[in-house]
């Protein structure tokens, strides 16, 4: 028999999961260990809440979650309840598919001033992540959006929306109630290179066409020439001609969601709180890259949020990459009997569905590794370690009476109003 731990239960962590029990048959017992009380990591809180469809994945991974081979284990903390060495002495392989839940830093000067967060922060506030639930970002003035990929259209996006956008979604009421009373007249989202260069795909920045109450500026200025347009693929095509639409038919609403396209932010300024965003003009040099070119404005904003990337924070004692911002591997190996799958492996890049080759590639390495497995305790051996150490494990059926609760508790419209404290999450599971 072998014992696989799987340390975090997002997509790369079941997409594992799944590869290993494919892999291994009958054979193979996989415990899926996660801080928080709830599953499914960035289906839960990173995905937009108005992007429901997406969310719809999860189910896939419950499919997996309820075989007799596959067990969520929650609210169990790695380095307190449980150290490293102590689980790869209980199993025969530790895959960590932590993710990358940690901001990258946004390192200019006034980055620290109160009204600046980082997209991970932001969007775990709005989709109701127990560490970012207390945010109280400020929607009282111009936002300024630092990046040119889908999250920064998400956050966008979400400030823009009147409250009858949301229906539908799983934003969380106290997202809702702080947006209801926001008054953002403009949003600028800021990017370093120009239209050819954006990480953002078709749908997403249709989107912003399709507000009630906001509309899409482009300064036809900054496009390349159309003939310019055959040199990208074709859903970068695709994004640009959204970007032209904006520019030819601009708009009247109320709320402008302008796109800064060659600007750079230098420095962030204000009294104790942000007020103003200083940005460089850039030009692209012969190899694609920005460099500022001397010209500086000011925007105003009270409130940054920073979308330039997230980073996997580290685990004492496990080789990093600290210039990537993941674990230091090779093809998913870290170390004997250590791994890491998803953007622990790889950084934050591609979609969800780019973890399933990832986790199916690492249940191979696996396989050659471990071979028929070395007879060590596994999960009974994790249970007399929790316990010894009061740990509250929740389970999988633990999980679905905390999703019937929060479905019971939906808003009209909502699939389901979320629990956004740990003790409220324990407190839903029916003794």
Not at 94 to 105: E, F, S
Not at 295 to 321: F, K, M, Q
Request: hydrophobic share 40%.
């Amino acid at each position: 028999m072998r014992h696989i731990a799987i340390i975090g239960s997002g997509p790369a962590g079941y997409y594992t999961a799944e590869a290993c029990q494919k892999q291994f048959g009958d054979e193979v017992r996989i415990d899926i260990i996660d801080r928080l009380p709830v599953p499914f990591g960035l289906i839960r809180t990173g995905v937009a809440p108005d992007h429901q469809s997406i969310k719809g994945v999860s189910r896939r991974y419950e499919t997996t979650a309820l075989t007799d081979n596959v067990r969520f284990v929650g609210n169990v903390t790695l380095g307190k309840d449980a150290s490293i060495e102590e689980l790869l002495g209980l199993y025969d392989a530790v895959v960590l598919a932590t993710g990358a839940p940690n901001d990258r830093p946004l390192e200019i000067p006034g980055a620290d001033l109160p009204g600046v967060t980082g997209s991970a922060a932001f969007v775990g506030w709005y989709n109701g992540h127990p560490d970012h639930a207390a945010l109280a970002p400020a929607l009282t003035g111009g936002a300024v959006v630092i990046g040119n990929g889908n999250v920064a259209l998400d956050v966008a996006r979400v400030l823009a929306k009147t409250e009858a956008e949301f229906q539908g979604s799983d934003i969380v009421n106290h997202a809702l109630d702080a947006l209801r009373g926001a008054t953002v007249p403009a949003i600028t989202i800021l990017g370093r290179r120009g239209p050819h260069q954006i990480a953002m795909t078709p749908k997403e920045l249709g989107e912003l066409g399709e507000l009630e109450r906001a509309t899409p500026v482009v300064d036809a200025a900054d496009l390349p020439s159309v003939d310019d347009d055959a040199t990208l693929d074709p859903g970068q095509r695709k994004s640009v001609t959204h970007l032209r639409n904006f520019a030819a038919n601009p708009g009247d609403k109320p709320i402008r969601i302008v796109f800064d396209f060659f600007a750079m932010p230098v420095r962030i300024e204000g009294d104790g709180k942000v007020e103003r965003v200083v940005v460089e003009r850039t030009a692209l040099g012969p190899d694609g890259s920005a460099h500022g070119t001397g010209e500086t404005y000011a925007i105003p904003a009270s409130l940054v949020v920073s979308c330039i990337g997230y980073r996997t924070p580290p685990i004492p004692g496990i080789p990093y990459d600290d210039k990537a911002g993941r674990f230091a591997n090779e093809e998913g190996r870290i170390m004997p009997g250590l791994y890491a799958v998803g953007w622990a492996r790889r950084g934050p890049t591609g979609t969800i569905g780019t973890n399933r080759p990832d986790g199916f590639a690492i249940a191979e390495k696996i396989a050659e590794d471990i071979g028929a497995g070395s007879g060590k305790a596994g999960r009974p051996g994790l249970d007399t370690l929790l316990a010894s150490r009061g740990v509250e494990v929740v389970t999988f059926r633990d999980w679905q009476q905390i999703d019937t609760a929060e479905i019971a508790a939906a808003r009209a419209g909502s699939p389901r109003e979320k629990f956004v404290h740990v003790d409220a999450m324990l407190g839903a599971r029916i003794p």
